[in-house]
């Protein structure tokens, strides 16, 4: 897998969690589409994605765009730890 795959398959995660929290998003989107994942201000992955897109997708078939515009750092959801020697 390539960076841009590893990039790709982490921004889906979250866009499955963020619908997950607003199923109401999910309204929007064609049944059937093609969901190509937009990274604002990062043009190389950007333009990789809509390729990929455009040369999957079927005659007819919608491409939407998913744009995202900001992302908290991802955490660690340990509360404790401990160290065994």
């Not at 790709?8 to 979250?14: D, F, R, S, V």
């Amino acid at each position: 897998m390539n960076i841009m795959e590893r990039k790709n398959t982490e921004l889906i995660k979250e866009f499955n969690r963020y619908i997950r929290e607003h199923p109401e998003f999910v309204d929007n989107i064609p049944s059937n589409a093609v969901v190509v994942m937009q990274l604002e201000k990062d043009e190389e992955f950007n333009n990789w994605s809509r390729e990929m897109a455009k040369s999957q997708a079927e005659k007819g078939q919608s491409i939407i765009y998913i744009k995202i515009k900001k992302m908290r750092p991802i955490r660690s959801r340990i509360e404790k730890l401990e160290i065994a020697l």
